[in-house]
């Protein structure tokens, strides 16, 4: 229930959507006003009357009908304008309801409820020309773009950090990982690589290039280009890729993560003990290395981006490598970090989409899947522990990291039946999988235990060796092994010689089966001089992870440029008008779900995490949400501004408005069509709240 745990921020976006609601509603009343309509009220939120004005009995507390009563002897909506102005009161009460969810403005004869209801008065909604009620109607929308503008414009005046645009990692067997440049000789987007356009358009954060990907046309390649290379040898280059729909969100993706600094993360308190515990993992928690520490040189060259580690890493050929960093506080120390031997991309045969399984291992072989850590707000904590190993799940032996989340994906909402292997002994759970198809606990592969998962469905070495999962490697090249790690040295050391002579090799390996009472299982493992080359070309790896450090932050400013603010708030809003008119589209071809759409209850839990971020990530956020709402606002839908504009529309054309049958009708569909999507969303936002997704 994050949503709840802090109080102040769903304060602060229940004004904020308050804010934007009112400026919608202004927009309305000050275009009614303009175009001569009387307006009997103008609220905000809905429900009972809290606090009201009208000028000439001024500030009450609740509505200002019991006093105009009173001191008149009628209601103000039942006086003429003649005796509105004889007793000195105006036409419109102005108040602030209970709910700060709405509002609306209620012109004389205009009832969206009641179109029978009419008016003959000449100052009421009907008897004014259409061309200004099409004003009138539209006046919301047009306010709430121009407040978006606004506000964008104090974003970029101030300046906010987005993540850089910045390819952290690849994803194995993704869109971009299958990427070709324009002059075909390159494959694939590397880390490091920064993208300056994706299908078209300019990206300047991470979250444009996700959006980008996600609202690409299904099945249609699209352009990325990016400049790679170090500083001064830069280059531009252009891919072509064909974005695919990502198994755990339903949405179309490219496949790459936003790249990492060299300063750790500021954890929550929840999430603090499991960093810690990676840190001590790492080796550098000892020397004081902890949250906010920065990253300075490893190896004694500087770095400024996690993805540097890697190659500095490697030429220490599997030897402790030396770092220093700062500390919060500006002191330098120096610490050892741990390094890990790097395994083998395995590819599986294509799917009918055309997409290939990746999994690390050796020469075919796969290990199983681990858990490395229960969240602390997880379904099954208490249930499931780190450093299991799983061996079934709903009894089938050995999966490998795809067909474990595919598994999952098979049982979503309910729950799925696991053996895993803890302290050495095969234990049963029952685990409770969300709505998303995830247990909510970090997965990775069991690198300890020299068991293997399922056969790849692949041409590979180890087919020939015909393991059914669950064995345990015993020796390679006559080599006891006790995990992944010692194995991979014993079938270097196997190699050795086929390497240094450019020739494949056959390795002896024994297993014992996983069935109790048979015999050893023995068979040998044929190299090519193509697979023994692969082999030793593997190198090391840094115990230091991805998700320890911050995210690469990019400041979008117009540098204290009021009119370049104003040009990017222009163009940060006409481009989140074309991202919503395209999220319409693509939940239409299919390619987005609308399990991704939120309603009120998912838009305070996001608002609440990006009030946490600072001041103007939520000034930015209410933009956005401001630009959500004039497009889903003019609409061509009933009850709606953009079917009462169509509405007007007709009667332009045909002389007569749409008959009060067609338009009562009209919004009893539009009311279910609404109503049942407020249900959908609401149902989703809670349990993403309960489920933390």
């Given at each position: ?491 270097l050391a196997a190699t050795a010689q086929a390497a ?13 089966s996983p069935t109790p009472g048979h015999p050893e ?173």
């Open positions: 229930m994050e949503v709840l745990s802090n109080g102040w921020n769903v304060i602060l976006i229940l004004l904020g959507f308050g804010l934007l609601i009112a400026v919608h509603e202004l927009g309305h009343f000050l275009a009614a006003r303009w175009a001569g309509i009387r307006c009997e009220s103008f609220a905000v939120g809905m429900g009972p009357v809290v606090l009201g004005y009208r000028k000439g009995i001024g500030w009450v507390a609740g509505s200002t009908e019991p006093r105009t009563i009173a001191a008149h002897g009628k209601a103000a909506v039942e006086m003429s304008d003649a005796e509105l102005a004889r007793n000195g009161i105006g036409e419109t009460e102005y108040s602030l309801r209970a709910l700060p969810l709405g509002g609306f403005v209620r012109m004389l004869g205009q009832d969206d409820m009641d179109p029978g209801k009419v008016s003959a008065d000449v100052r009421s909604y009907q008897r004014a020309p259409v061309w200004k009620r099409m004003v009138v109607v539209s006046a919301g929308v047009v306010s709430n773009l121009l407040l978006a503008i606004v506000l964008f414009v104090v974003v970029f005046l101030v300046g906010v950090r987005f993540q850089a645009p910045v390819v952290g990692d690849v994803v194995p067997g993704s869109a971009a990982e299958a990427a070709i440049d324009s002059s075909a000789r390159l494959e694939g987007l590397q880390p490091g690589d920064r993208v300056l356009r994706a299908g078209g358009r300019e990206v300047l954060t991470f979250d444009e290039l996700m959006v980008a990907g996600a609202m690409a046309v299904p099945d249609t390649p699209m352009e990325i280009t990016v400049l790679r290379g170090a500083p001064g040898e830069q280059r531009e280059l252009t891919f072509v890729a064909t974005p695919r729909k990502d198994r755990t969100n339903g949405l179309l993706s490219l496949g790459v993560g936003p790249a990492g600094s060299t300063r750790l993360v500021q954890p929550t308190a929840a999430d603090l003990p499991l960093v810690q515990r990676l840190l001590e993992d790492a080796g550098v928690a000892a020397a004081g290395v902890g949250p906010g520490a920065e990253l300075v040189s490893v190896a004694g060259r500087p770095v400024e981006r996690w993805d540097e580690i890697g190659a500095l890493v490697d030429a220490m050929k599997g030897a402790p490598v030396p770092t220093t960093w700062r500390l919060p506080d500006g002191q330098l120390v120096e610490a050892t970090v741990r390094v890990d031997p790097a395994y083998q991309l395995l590819r599986g045969e294509a799917d009918a989409a055309g997409v290939r399984e990746a999994a690390q291992g050796l020469a075919g072989l796969v290990p199983l899947v681990a858990i490395r850590e229960v969240a602390a707000g997880s379904q099954n904590n208490g249930l499931l522990q780190a450093g299991d190993v799983v061996l079934r799940i709903e009894g089938v032996a050995g999966p490998r990291i795809a067909a474990f989340r595919e598994e999952l994906a098979r049982h979503a909402g309910g729950t799925v039946a696991l053996e895993v292997l803890r302290d050495g002994a095969p234990v049963a759970v029952k685990a409770a999988v969300d709505g998303s198809g995830k247990l909510n606990v970090g997965i990775g592969q069991a690198w300890d235990t020299p068991m293997v998962a399922q056969s790849m469905r692949a041409p590979l070495p180890a087919a020939a060796l015909e393991l059914p999962p669950l064995s345990t490697i015993a020796t390679v090249g006559g080599t006891a092994v006790g995990d992944w790690r010692t194995l991979r040295a014993a079938l240094a002579g450019g020739q494949g090799a056959d390795v002896p390996v024994t297993a014992t299982l023995a068979g040998t493992l044929p190299l090519t001089a193509d697979d023994v080359r692969a082999l030793h070309a593997l190198g090391w790896r840094s115990a230091l992870e991805l998700p320890l450090f911050e995210p690469l932050w990019v400041t979008l400013t117009a540098g204290g440029d009021p009119l370049r603010a104003v040009e990017m708030g222009f163009r940060q809003t006409r481009t989140m008008v074309a991202m919503t008119y395209l999220t319409l589209d693509r939940i239409v071809r299919g390619s987005v779900g609308v399990e991704q759409l939120r309603g009120p209850v998912g838009i305070v839990h996001l608002g609440t995490r990006v009030a946490d971020r600072g001041a103007m990530y939520l000034v930015c956020f209410l933009a956005m949400i401001s630009v959500n709402l004039a497009v889903l606002n003019f609409l061509p839908l009933p009850i709606v501004d953009g079917g009462l504009f169509l509405y007007l529309v007709y009667e332009r054309i045909t002389g007569r408005a749409p008959s009060p049958g067609f338009q009562n009708g009209a919004a009893l569909v539009g009311l279910c069509l609404l109503g049942g999507l407020f249900l959908f969303t609401f149902y989703n936002d809670v349990v993403r709240l309960f489920t933390g997704g």
